[in-house]
């Protein structure tokens, strides 16, 4: 006969209902069971390494696996190793009969903490020193006919985030590996930040560029005159 579940809660620390997901206590989480819906999932912390899974059956000569590895109704499976990213933990219910089964599957996501970038390059310009993921200060110049500026900034991993602002404005986001939206900027000093964040919410990092935008007044202090000095420097005031 058929094997079937009601009104079940899958919930991290708790060995209850047909199966439970249980983690590290400092890890909580939880999925509702609703009837007929065989795929769950659930986020845990990045700390948390592995997890187990305690099936509990609802006619006693069914029997279960986990990860294809027998498992004794109302006991734990064996800890089940959880990479960064996505992990996919498959129930298998055989009824009776050894024909009959219904196969349940828990997604288990491990989020990564990774939050550097790979590349990072200007539209005009070039940063220095050559970019690298571990150095986060660079500067760049470029000329005086620069009013704005875009940058392309590419993830180390695909489900970071990346904003960029200019100085203290506001953060606009960025897709990894494409252009930005065109950031401003003025005569002189300018500051870019490039924020990322790792799909754990928490980790960042801080990339900065200090770009300095040349004006269009030529230098002429070297000259010994006295007038020509005073009147180049009242220019770049």
Known sequence: FPVTITDVIIDIGANTGIFA???KAENPGSVVYASGTTSYSVTVSSATTSVTVTPTRNQANATITVNGTAVTSGSPSSAITLNTGTNTISIVVTAQNGVTSRTYT????????VATLTSLVL????????????TTSYT?????????ITLTPTSTQA?????ARVGVGSYSSVTSGTQSNSLSLATGSNTINVLVTAQDGTT????????????????LNFYPLEKVKKTNLKTRA
């Open 204 to 219: 960042t990092t801080t990339y900065t560029i200090a770009i300095r935008v040349l004006d269009n007044v030529i230098d």
């Open 106 to 113: 828990i997604a288990v996501t491990r989020p990564s903490t």
């Open 159 to 163: 489900n970071a985030t990346i904003q």
């Open 21 to 23: 997901l249980s983690a």
């Open 140 to 148: 760049a110049v470029v000329g005086s006919t620069v009013s704005s």
């Open 123 to 134: 539209s005009s310009g070039s940063i220095s020193p050559t970019f690298t993921s571990g």
